[in-house]
């Protein structure tokens, strides 16, 4: 089993995505493999916000 804990909140991704600069080194796992969330399209990131509100 394994376990893979989001540890930034909604409000730091959001940030992120209106300030990119500041979150150059902020790194999610997609689809099995990690990315650096600044360099995803909006849309992706979009979609990894909203999964982590559904999931809270």
Same mark, same amino acid.
């Given at each position: 089993? *394994?376990? *893979? =804990?989001?540890?930034?909140? /909604?409000? /730091? @991704?959001?940030?992120? +995505? +209106?300030?990119?600069?500041? &979150?150059?080194? @902020? !790194?999610?796992?997609?689809?099995? &493999?990690?990315? /650096?969330?600044? $360099?995803?399209? /909006? =849309? !992706? *990131?979009? $979609? !990894? !916000?909203?999964?982590?509100? &559904?999931?809270?």
């Amino acid at each position: 089993m *394994q376990l *893979q =804990p989001t540890v930034v909140s /909604t409000e /730091t @991704l959001r940030d992120a +995505q +209106q300030h990119p600069e500041k &979150y150059l080194d @902020l !790194i999610v796992k997609v689809g099995g &493999y990690n990315a /650096t969330f600044v $360099d995803l399209g /909006t =849309p !992706i *990131q979009n $979609d !990894i !916000i909203n999964r982590l509100e &559904y999931n809270l």
